[in-house]
């Protein structure tokens, strides 16, 4: 039986995959930030995840005003580096295992949530960011992902409520699939911050630091949250954080922290990272 032993949760800043691509993962700027992640890296080592489900955002290249699913799943055996304005990044191809995919749309769907299937896309920095940031991208990713793709950029997303009860409907797909799996599933995006407007450049570092503390003391808060407080206390791009809360309700209710990391700034955002497994 397939089994979710952990969650992953962080950032996906374009500019630290931009610093990772250009070699400088060692300027003082951007070393503060990704050193939170080197336990992480060799955590992941040990690890050795089967498959990935990597839950994130199209920033509007596979996507466009034309197509909005709120969720959408890839279920082709394999997604290329999108070009977002500066040509692909130079990372390894996504390699999905396509047979567990559609087991997980199939489970969702007869599950009541209407999942969108894609079978052609390109996949953004939304998901090859914290990928570079786990793993070594001068070789092929260790393991089969399967991007999950989230509508967080047009009014409206999901609640974080219902994000939640994906991540239940995604653990029981898992747990009903019969290859033996060891599978994580990670929440990409936020924290805090804004990129336009008057209120661009904001960072919320205590409301920030109450949500990662609440992924494992008062994760039913969580659930609650609505649009409204993302908005006014993390920016118009803290809303990408109910994409954590389809790990969390992947994990079930209780779980333990492994590892914890929050870094400000990283370009003109806050960085938030957290490994979660089941308690």
Request: charged share 25%; proline share 6%.
């Amino acid at each position: 039986m397939a089994r979710i032993t952990a969650g992953v949760a962080t950032s996906h800043v374009p500019a630290i995959g931009a610093a990772i691509d250009l070699g400088k993962t060692d300027d003082p700027y951007w070393k503060a930030t990704l050193d939170g992640y080197e336990w992480t890296r060799k955590w992941e080592e040990a690890e050795k995840p089967d498959v990935i489900i990597l839950v994130y955002n199209d920033h509007a290249t596979a996507f466009d005003m034309n197509l909005i699913p709120t969720f959408a799943i890839g279920c082709a055996d394999e997604f290329q580096p999108a070009d977002e304005g500066w040509g692909p990044r130079k990372v390894p191809t996504v390699k999905n295992d396509a047979d567990f995919a559609w087991h997980i749309a199939q489970s969702c769907i007869l599950d009541e949530f209407d999942m969108t299937i894609i079978n052609k896309m390109d996949v953004d920095h939304g998901l090859t960011v914290p990928l570079s940031l786990m793993f070594d991208q001068s070789k092929p990713w260790p393991c089969k992902i399967i991007p999950l793709a989230v509508n967080v950029v047009t009014y409206p997303p999901p609640t974080g409520n219902r994000c939640w009860m994906l991540g239940e409907a995604i653990a029981r797909a898992v747990e009903s699939y019969d290859e033996d799996l060891n599978v994580q599933i990670w929440g990409t995006g936020g924290m805090s911050h804004q990129l336009q407007g008057p209120r661009a450049g904001l960072i919320n570092q205590e409301w920030d630091q109450k949500f990662l503390d609440d992924l494992t003391a008062d994760p039913q808060r969580l659930r609650q949250i609505p649009h409204i407080e993302y908005l006014r206390e993390t920016g118009s791009e803290g809303i990408e954080m109910v994409m954590w809360l389809i790990m969390r309700g992947a994990l079930g209710e209780n779980v333990r922290e492994l590892h914890r990391h929050y870094h400000v700034p990283a370009s003109n955002t806050a960085v938030g990272h957290i490994v979660l497994e089941k308690a």
